[in-house]
């Protein structure tokens, strides 16, 4: 059989079904840029509509990951309206298999919008939308840092529950949607119900929780792009019945791009929180993650150093294992205050990955107790700034 595998990715996208529209994928033209490797690596842009469900983009993943010899799927959500690449059936050198095999090396050339994995997002002028006002929602915080794996979600999460635990009502929505860690982090993961055309967001511990890890298949998120970010979370905001609240927590992905940018113009951010690791690296990314905050206008509320130190379990000695003073330095350089330090502590790990936030968990831990400080010292620093 001479079928290229770009024509039988085409052929499965052409049995899945929009039931928005009842076309399917490839009729609809909502599949674009397909592009396959020799290795079995296949990548296409997925043209979403605001209206269609996001479920279709696992749809389209999954009857493409079913075929023999495909390794790897990535799926490129970009918005209809936004998108200018190639036709849906292009003629010539486009689709072909030829050109296809060169995707990892392909340079950006001219319309074609190749899905290129971590491009850096083009410089957008902000502001583009009018924020709307969400006054149900409290102050709307954002947890955010230059680098991953800092501890932004695991401080965005206890954060909440220390509120929670305050007595304010709690609400926290997962803005990191290439890697949404809340379903797991909060030992949550169903479908959320809808309810008079409101989503009804998902309890744990008592805050009200949404991500789009309820909605999508974890393993291999979607990359998710420019228009579509913002609809996603402006959904969130607006579409969530969230009732009212004091507090809202909102866990960004790393760095200063769409997720950043879409927020700040969905609706008015109270301010920000910048976590970052004492290491030298970590602060120059959360450097650039307040000057982002600055420019849109939004207030930073301060730094969290995380993973500031280690006890060591015999002596009761702190060990500084990424270095010291980095997070003050940091609070220095942009005078900001340190509105808390995280130690290091296997167990903080431990309940993200359980689903038993520390601060609920095990409350007693040293590490549990900085994160419970850390809420107040946010509180205040919120009642100070904006009453
Ligand atoms: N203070 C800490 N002590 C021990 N492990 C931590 C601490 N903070 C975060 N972690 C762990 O580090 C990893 C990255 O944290 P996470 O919150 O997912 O980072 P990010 O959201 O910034 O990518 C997770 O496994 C988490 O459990
Ligand atoms: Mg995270």
Redesign the pocket.
């Known amino acids: 059989m001479p079928e290229t595998l770009t024509e039988r990715v085409s052929l499965a996208l052409a049995r899945v079904r929009n039931a928005r529209t009842g076309a399917d994928l490839l009729t609809s033209e909502m599949v674009r840029d397909i592009a396959t490797t020799t290795g079995g690596r296949v990548r296409f842009t997925l043209l979403l509509d605001a209206a269609d469900e996001a479920t279709l983009v696992r749809d389209a993943r999954e009857a493409v990951e079913r075929l023999d010899g495909v390794t790897d799927v990535r799926v490129d959500v970009k918005d209809p309206s936004s998108y200018r690449g190639t036709p849906a059936f292009p003629k010539g050198a486009g689709a072909s298999p030829a050109a296809a095999a060169q995707l990892p090396s392909a340079p950006p050339a001219s319309s074609r919008a190749l899905p290129v994995m971590n491009a850096t997002p083009e410089p957008k002028r902000v502001p583009a939308p009018t924020p709307v006002a969400y006054p149900n929602l409290g102050r709307i915080i954002a947890v955010s ?1 230059g680098k ?7 401080v965005a999460v206890n954060l909440a529950l220390a509120l929670a635990n305050a007595g304010a009502r709690v609400g926290i929505m997962d803005a990191d949607i290439y890697g949404p ?1 809340l379903p797991l982090m909060l030992g949550v993961d169903a479908a959320p119900p809808v309810r008079d055309e409101k989503i009804v967001p998902l309890e744990a511990f008592g805050i009200k929780i949404m991500s789009l890890g309820f909605l999508i298949e974890k393993e291999q998120p979607a990359i998710w792009r420019g228009p579509i970010v913002m609809k996603i979370i402006t959904q969130f905001l607006r579409d969530v019945d969230w009732g009212t609240l004091d507090y809202f927590i909102v866990d960004m992905p ?1 760095g200063t791009g769409d997720a950043q940018l879409s927020l700040v113009q969905a609706t008015n951010v109270s301010g920000a929180i910048i ?1 970052t690791t004492p290491q030298q690296v970590a602060i120059g990314d959360a450097l650039r993650g307040v000057k982002m905050f600055e420019r849109v206008a939004v207030p930073v509320l301060g730094i969290v150093e ?2 500031s130190w280690f006890e060591n379990p015999e002596t009761g000695k702190p060990i500084a294992m990424f270095g010291s003073g980095g997070g003050q330095r940091l609070a220095d350089e942009v005078g900001l205050p340190l509105l808390g330090q ?5 167990r ?2 431990e309940g ?2 359980t689903g038993r936030p520390i601060v609920v968990a095990a409350p007693e831990l040293k ?1 549990a107790q900085a994160l419970t400080r850390l809420a107040e010292r946010v509180r205040s620093e919120i009642t100070a700034r904006l009453g």
Request: charged content about 15%; overall charge negative.
């Open positions: 840092s991953g794996g800092v501890g932004k979600s695991t860690n790393p976590v995380n993973m995280i130690p290091l502590d296997p903080v790990q993200g990955d590490a």
